[in-house]
């Protein structure tokens, strides 16, 4: 499995500037990182009654790349998905159909997707530079929340269970907020 020219050519130059810092936790979490992106399965469903089937959603879109899912914990036909190269993708049928919902993201490198479980319509995307994005309608369209970050790398989300104002961001040079 190739990856895209684009995707590669980046990782490439990360990889070789931490090279040349010679700082062994940065060059061990961009191989792992290349490793993931080159090494990822087409991502399905999986039913878990008798035996572990797997059934491909990805096919369906043609999106080779997909970081993030999410699934309605109120409604599981919806099911949200990020890409590397094509912003978020939505599902309201379990995955049969989908539809792009990337209104008013600056960025379509889309690096983590998490969803509100007590409000399953609000969800949140961290992007390649762009920041974090808030969408209030199932996915549709954003807006960006990014009052306080210093670095708009963000490589991983997270929703406080219990209090789901809470919104967590991991970046990629510059730590968790």
Same mark, same amino acid.
């Given at each position: 499995?190739?990856?895209?020219? &684009?995707?590669?050519? &980046?990782?490439?130059? %990360?990889? =070789? !500037?931490?090279?040349?810092? %010679? @700082?062994? %936790?940065?060059? =061990?979490?961009?191989? *792992?990182?290349?490793?993931?992106?080159?090494?990822?399965?087409? #991502?399905?469903?999986? @039913?878990?009654?008798? /035996? #572990? #089937?797997?059934?491909?959603? !990805? &096919? &369906?879109?043609?999106? +080779?790349?997909?970081?993030? *899912?999410?699934?309605?914990?109120?409604?599981?036909?919806?099911?949200?998905?990020?890409?590397?190269?094509?912003?978020?993708?939505?599902?309201?049928?379990?995955?049969?159909?989908?539809?792009?919902? @990337?209104?008013?993201?600056?960025?379509?490198?889309?690096?983590?997707?998490?969803? /509100?479980?007590?409000?399953?319509?609000?969800?949140?995307?961290?992007?390649?530079?762009?920041?974090? =994005?808030?969408? /209030?309608?199932?996915?549709? !369209?954003?807006?960006?929340?990014?009052?306080?970050?210093?670095?708009?790398?963000?490589?991983? *989300?997270? #929703? /406080?269970?219990?209090? +789901?104002?809470?919104?967590?961001?991991? !970046?990629?040079?510059?730590?968790? =907020?």
């Amino acid at each position: 499995m190739q990856a895209e020219p &684009r995707v590669c050519s &980046r990782l490439k130059k %990360k990889t =070789f !500037s931490l090279l040349e810092e %010679k @700082n062994e %936790k940065k060059l =061990f979490n961009a191989i *792992l990182i290349i490793v993931l992106l080159l090494v990822s399965l087409p #991502v399905g469903a999986v @039913n878990a009654e008798n /035996d #572990v #089937v797997w059934s491909p959603l !990805s &096919r &369906r879109i043609g999106v +080779p790349y997909i970081l993030g *899912l999410a699934v309605d914990p109120h409604d599981p036909d919806n099911i949200y998905m990020s890409t590397i190269s094509d912003g978020v993708f939505v599902s309201n049928d379990g995955g049969e159909n989908w539809g792009i919902g @990337n209104i008013g993201l600056t960025s379509l490198e889309i690096y983590s997707l998490a969803i /509100d479980p007590q409000m399953p319509g609000t969800l949140y995307v961290g992007t390649a530079d762009s920041g974090v =994005f808030k969408s /209030d309608d199932g996915g549709w !369209s954003w807006s960006a929340v990014n009052d306080g970050l210093t670095n708009l790398e963000i490589w991983s *989300l997270a #929703v /406080d269970p219990q209090t +789901p104002t809470t919104l967590y961001a991991g !970046s990629w040079e510059g730590g968790g =907020f």
